[in-house]
């Protein structure tokens, strides 16, 4: 108990266990967009824009950072995870509107290579790689909001 409380900067432990919950949802967003991506990019030769990758680079440590955070949970996390997490949540909103037209094609930093506004995978007609992390970045900013929101309880 000893080492929880003292990696936990709030004032008792039950809040800290009330946000292990929330932070291990986070993770578990953080990692399986990670594998995803992955996934895509080597297994199904999915090639990534320039914009993809600039969201995997606010993805990927997300999800190592997150796990360090979770054994012993560690709440300080949440301030270098949420920057993170909104970086990546613009870019993807970024992308989402440039592939649905609402932002010019010739705003876009794809001026070489697979164009951004390119649409490589859909699922149930809607589902693109775009909707996908912003839903995964939506889902952590929401997680950690909740972890500090318990946190403080």
Known sequence: MSD???????RSVESCDAAWGPLFAAWLAATASALGALFLSEVTGVAPCVL???????????AVVLTVALFPLDLKVIRYAAPLAAAGWLVALFHVLLTHGYIPERVTPCTQGIPCSQI?????????IPILSLLSFSAIGLALGAAYHKARQ
């Open 120 to 128: 490589d995978a859909q699922w149930f007609g809607f589902l693109t």
């Open 4 to 10: 929880q409380s003292s990696a936990c900067p709030v």
């Open 52 to 62: 993809c990758w600039y969201q995997r680079v606010f993805m990927f440590p997300l």
